[in-house]
């Protein structure tokens, strides 16, 4: 199973659309927060839907809480980052990866940076700095579900 992991999202329409996609993929969810909204926020669930109750969603305190969950379960550790040199396409995904996407206002700190096993970029065209974090998330999941064999067979 591939998860996907949300360092302190800060846009609540965002979080919902990525949740929506777990839902739909039989993904993992995890929200480390503090988010920059609150989780029962209306905004939140409009864009996540009718699909809340289909995600496994798994929320951390913070930080060490989530590393600590990570290093328990012996999960390998993808950043995906604007900052990385390797693409996602040319990396080999595994069951078990967690896909880490940073806030949508800042990314993630050092420490975070220096915990991932492995950085990774989405290529884009010159000077174009970034994707919305839900398309990020839309586009590394789907080749790693498509490399692992592991979208839904409905």
Same mark, same amino acid.
């Given at each position: ?21 777990? %839902? ?8 480390? @927060?503090? !988010? $920059?909204? =609150?989780?029962?926020?209306? +905004? ?49 995904? %595994? ?8 806030? @949508?206002? !800042? $990314?993630? =700190?050092?420490?975070?940076? +220096? ?40």
């Amino acid at each position: 199973m591939i998860r996907i992991a949300l360092y302190q999202p800060d846009i609540a329409p965002n979080t919902g659309t990525i949740l929506r996609l777990c %839902a739909c993929f039989g993904m993992e969810a995890h929200i480390i @927060e503090p !988010a $920059g909204f =609150p989780v029962s926020d209306r +905004a939140f669930r409009r864009a996540g839907m009718d699909y809340m109750a289909q995600v496994k969603l798994t929320r951390h305190v913070d930080w060490a809480a989530f590393e600590a969950w990570r290093r328990a379960e012996g999960a390998r550790l993808l950043l995906m980052t604007t900052a990385a040199t390797a693409s996602h396409l040319d990396h080999r995904y %595994a069951a078990g990866d967690v896909l880490l996407f940073g806030r @949508e206002s !800042a $990314g993630v =700190p050092a420490e975070v940076h +220096a915990a991932a096993d492995l950085r990774l970029r989405i290529p884009m065209r010159p000077g174009l700095r970034s994707l919305n974090v839900a398309m990020a998330v839309a586009v590394v999941s789907g080749e790693a579900l498509r490399q692992t064999g592991t979208f839904p067979a409905g």
